[in-house]
């Protein structure tokens, strides 16, 4: 039986083991199986450590889905993905648990790292930041470490791969936890708000001030501000921040007084910085200052792998939200969402399962269930569902458009198309083979 079955008492005594189970779990020949369950694996859950007595405990106490994903670290150093269950079984008024142990590693081979490595804050940003993949395991360090310092830190990445939560872990691991955490979205006000609402203002200092506003900067005293999308803030008001940082004080709009501010930057952006910089659209000096410690998101297609994880973690979501029972989706939708490349990355991942999870009837999300442009892709050999335009503009990653005459473009791309036009709407509209409606909404969402 290619299953490892093992059964112990409530002390975790041995009183079975199929064949399987002595090769799968004792390897190296002439070991005998210990007496004690507990002596030899270690079980991990959601990357969490945990010893053989926990993991049993908890088995128990949730004996109805007694399926568990779990890691096990073999003896000879080796690590290997196993499903364990694990059944109570009563025998002449004896208690027994039989676990049964089946492996998987060979279908989840992106475990790659050791979970021996991580450490506590690494675990808790692992449980909201879903992930296995080496890339995102890297990120989890960066975050602990970003977390135990006090430097700015700026974390770049695509739209939609997880920036915000990034900032968020940040503030939440760091000595500054229990003080205010602020957001302000740099490109959502125009110049002159988002001074103001960044260092507020004092009554009169305007039409339209009639009384005195507490900016964001001292709003997050002795916490962290984080600033969306900095790529977007003007030169003027680059100047000004670079003040903020070297001189740790701010001054409120109409007034010039200073006042001393104590709070970490966490910036984030989607942009190039540095081609901003050679553009001269960005001040290379607040750049280094901003920039003194740098997390890079990575795009979800470049970690595959964890799209099952993460669809897996948004079923279990929104079966707490909707009080559906989804199980998962169909081998077929799983395919599909494997080899859609996912342009909007986690947040288009998000979007799907929760579009599928208004229409899906049974316990499986079907294909049928999965938002059409997302079904309507597939791979390579559905290429002609482009209508020939992939313009490759700017980078690597070419400009997409679906025959539903959906284009599929990210901002930066978007923002190079109009760039490389003079901002001529008309001649880019042109240039993309869409309307200028249509591109004029595309700006608009995408705060151009
Ligand atoms: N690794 C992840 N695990 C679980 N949820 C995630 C993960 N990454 C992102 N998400 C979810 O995806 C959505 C988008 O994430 P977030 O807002 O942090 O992205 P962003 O990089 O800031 O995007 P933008 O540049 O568009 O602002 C959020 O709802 C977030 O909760
Ligand atoms: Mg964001």
Avoid at 195 to 207: C, D, R
Avoid at 235 to 241: D, E, F, G, I
Avoid at 379 to 384: A, K, L, S
Wanted: aromatic share 8%; charged share 30%; with cysteine.
């Amino acid at each position: 039986m290619p299953c490892g079955i093992v059964v112990v008492d409530r002390q975790l005594k041995v009183h079975y083991h199929n064949p399987f189970a002595k090769r799968f779990l004792y390897p190296g020949a002439n070991q005998s199986p210990p007496e004690k369950f507990s002596e030899l694996v270690f079980f991990t859950t959601d990357m969490h450590l945990f010893d053989m007595d926990d993991c049993m405990k908890n088995i128990i106490s949730s004996v109805k889905r007694n399926f568990h994903k779990t890691l096990i670290l073999k003896n000879d150093e080796t690590e290997r993905l196993v499903y364990l269950s694990a059944n109570r079984l009563v025998e002449e008024e004896q208690e027994f648990f039989l676990f049964t142990v089946s492996d998987i590693s060979d279908e989840m081979d992106c475990i790659t790292h050791s979970p021996g490595t991580f450490g506590r804050g690494e675990y808790l940003i692992s449980r909201k930041i879903i992930g296995r993949d080496q890339k995102i395991r890297d990120v989890y360090r960066m975050i602990a470490l970003a977390a135990d310092s006090e430097v700015n830190v700026m974390i770049t990445g695509e739209s939609g791969t997880g920036k915000e939560l990034v900032a968020d872990a940040i503030h939440e691991l760091s000595e500054r936890k229990d003080r205010s955490f602020v957001k302000v979205n740099c490109a959502a006000l125009s110049e002159t708000l988002l001074e103001s609402e960044l260092f507020g203002h004092v009554k009169g200092a305007f039409t339209g001030a009639y009384k005195d506003k507490t900016g964001k900067f001292e709003q997050a005293e002795g916490g962290t501000i984080f600033l969306d999308e900095i790529g977007e803030i003007s030169p003027a008001l680059q100047v000004k921040l670079l003040r903020v940082i070297q001189e740790k004080t701010i001054e409120k709009v109409g007034d010039n007084k200073p006042i001393r501010v104590n709070m970490r930057i966490v910036a984030a952006t989607n942009q190039n910085l540095r081609e901003r910089i050679k553009e001269k659209m960005f001040r290379e000096d607040l750049f280094y200052r901003l920039n003194v410690f740098s997390i890079h998101m990575p795009p979800l297609r470049e970690r595959k792998l964890d799209i099952p994880l993460l669809s897996g973690h948004f079923v279990e979501r929104f079966n707490r939200s909707t009080g559906k029972t989804v199980k998962g989706l169909s081998r077929q939708a799983s395919k599909i969402l494997m080899e859609y490349p996912w342009p909007g990355n986690i947040r288009e991942l998000q979007n799907a399962m929760e579009h599928a999870f208004v229409l899906v009837q049974g316990s499986l999300i079907e294909v049928e269930d999965l938002p059409a442009e997302v079904r309507n892709f597939s791979g390579t050999d559905n290429r002609e569902t482009f209508a020939g335009t992939t313009l490759k503009e700017p980078g690597e990653t070419p400009i997409q458009k679906s025959r539903g005459g959906q284009l599929r473009i990210s901002r930066e791309q978007l923002k190079a198309a109009l760039e490389r036009h003079d901002w001529n709407q008309t001649r880019t509209a042109e240039y993309l083979d869409i309307s200028r409606v249509a591109l004029w909404k595309k700006m608009k969402k995408m705060g151009l």
